[in-house]
């Protein structure tokens, strides 16, 4: 049986992160977590967020939100 490549999701993901993934601003992905669509996690200082938060997020959304 052939062997398939899978992609790694990182675990957690920083804000920048997830912007230059999705191709959109830090600003508009600390709104969707100043009203609560986007989870965060904080450690210490530092925010990070669940890659599959992320994904659901632009699911909902559609495909117009860049």
């Given at each position: 049986m052939p062997k398939t490549k899978s992609v790694a999701?990182?675990?957690?993901e920083t804000i920048?992160?997830?912007a230059?993934?999705?191709?959109?601003?830090?600003?508009?992905?600390r709104k969707r977590i100043a009203d609560g669509s986007l989870r965060m996690f904080r450690?210490?200082?530092v925010i990070r967020l669940d890659p599959h938060d992320v994904d659901n997020l632009f699911t909902a959304y559609g495909d117009d939100v860049a």
């Open positions: 999701v990182p675990t957690k920048a992160e997830a230059e993934r999705w191709n959109v601003s830090q600003d508009w992905i450690n210490s200082r």
